[in-house]
Nanobody, 130 residues
Framework: QVQLQESGGGSVQAGGSLRLSCAAS????????MAWFRQAPGKEREGIAN?????????????QYKEQIKDRFTISRDSANNTLYLQMNSLKPEDTAIYYC??????????????????WGRGTQVTVSS
């Protein structure tokens, strides 16, 4: 059983930064697909970024984003400390959401769909004011 615990959320003004952390149960980070999702009120949970066990990363993108996620957010993992991070810069009010950490130890190829992840943290609230 994989346990995930997010931290680092809070309230910031637009343009500010936050770093989210996800502490995982032992030996999860090094072998699993790990990802950050977020869910704003009234919206579906969306994948923001993932990190695979080979060091690769993927970010959500597309025309629905005024500024691409990869230009503002950075996902990283510290396998030695079983921790996943999401550095968020230039935060905007539209980034307001509950942010979730997710993991799937069975996958090699990671994705950004919530159906692809088995284990979830309880989330941490991020609120960005204008």
């Amino acid at each position: 059983q994989v346990q995930l615990q997010e931290s680092g959320g809070g309230s910031v003004q637009a343009g500010g930064s936050l770093r989210l952390s996800c502490a995982a149960s032992a030996d999860t980070i090094s072998r699993a697909c790990m990802a950050w999702f977020r869910q704003a009120p009234g919206k579906e949970r969306e994948g923001i970024a993932n990190s695979n066990s080979f060091g690769g990363t993927q970010y959500a993108g597309g025309s629905q984003y005024k500024e691409q996620i990869k230009d503002r957010f950075t996902i990283s993992r510290d396998s030695a400390n079983n921790t996943l991070y999401l550095q968020m810069n230039s935060l905007k009010p539209e980034d307001t959401a509950i942010y979730y950490c997710a993991a799937d130890p069975r996958r090699v190829a990671c994705g950004l769909l919530k159906e692809q992840y088995t284990f979830w943290g309880r989330g941490t609230q991020v609120t960005v004011s204008s």
